[in-house]
Every structure is written in C-alpha cells, then in structure tokens.
C-alpha cells in the first residue's frame, strides 16, 4: 500500500512563498510521473506541474516562472517550490504519483494540502 502525505500548505501574504512537500511511504521515485494538482473553491481540477523519471517537467502557463517541480528520490519526495505567490493561487494542492516500479504499479493521490494567499 502506497501513501502519499502532503505538508508545507498554509497562508501567505501575496509575494510570498511556500515549499510543499509529497512524501512517499515507499520507494517509487525509480520509474514515475509526478504531478501537482490545484483545486479552488468552484473551478476544476488543474494540473500545475509535472516532472518524470529522467527529470524532464510541464508547467501551467500561469506559474512558469514562479514555481519549480523536482523530486528527491533518496527521500521518496516531490516538492513543489512556489515564489512570488498570487491570490489565484488559493486552491487546495494535490499530490499525484503514477509509479510504473514493479511491485507498486499504480496511481496515487495525496489527501491534498490547502494553500490560502491573501493580505
């Protein structure tokens, strides 16, 4: 059984930044695609970022420049690095994994981890 827990949500002013965190309870960060997921309250699920195996990532057009994916496979982590955060960016975030490590094949999500920027 793999879980994914996420941590580093919280509030902040405009300007500010947060640092989330995906930890896996288990290893696999080997063979993966790594996503962050935002939902705000009455829109639909966004995929923010992306990264895989090999390191190669994806960004929504309205946080290139400001965010950054990149995973710690020693740690079973995925972290999601937000500067210059922007009211539009309140949303819940979501961590997703699809592991193609034999053993833990699968798709993965995180309970999600509130993130609230406002002054």
């Known amino acids: 059984q793999v879980q994914l827990v996420e941590t580093g949500g919280g509030l902040v002013q405009p300007g500010g930044s947060l640092r989330l965190s995906c930890a896996a309870s288990?290893?696999?960060?080997?063979?993966?695609?790594a996503s962050w997921y935002r939902q705000a309250p009455g829109k639909q699920r966004e995929l923010v970022a992306r990264?895989?195996?090999?390191?190669?990532?994806d960004y929504a057009d309205s946080v290139k420049g400001r965010f950054t994916i990149s995973s710690d496979i020693d740690k079973n982590t995925v972290y999601l690095q937000m500067n210059s955060l922007k009211p539009d960016d309140t949303a819940v975030y979501h961590c997703?994994?699809?592991?193609?490590?034999?053993?833990?094949?699968?798709?993965?999500w995180g309970q999600g981890t509130q993130v609230t920027v406002s002054s």
């Open positions: 997703n994994v699809f592991s193609l490590v034999p053993g833990v094949l699968g798709n993965y």
């Open positions: 990264i895989r195996s090999g390191g190669g990532t």
């Open positions: 288990v290893s696999i960060f080997s063979n993966y695609v």
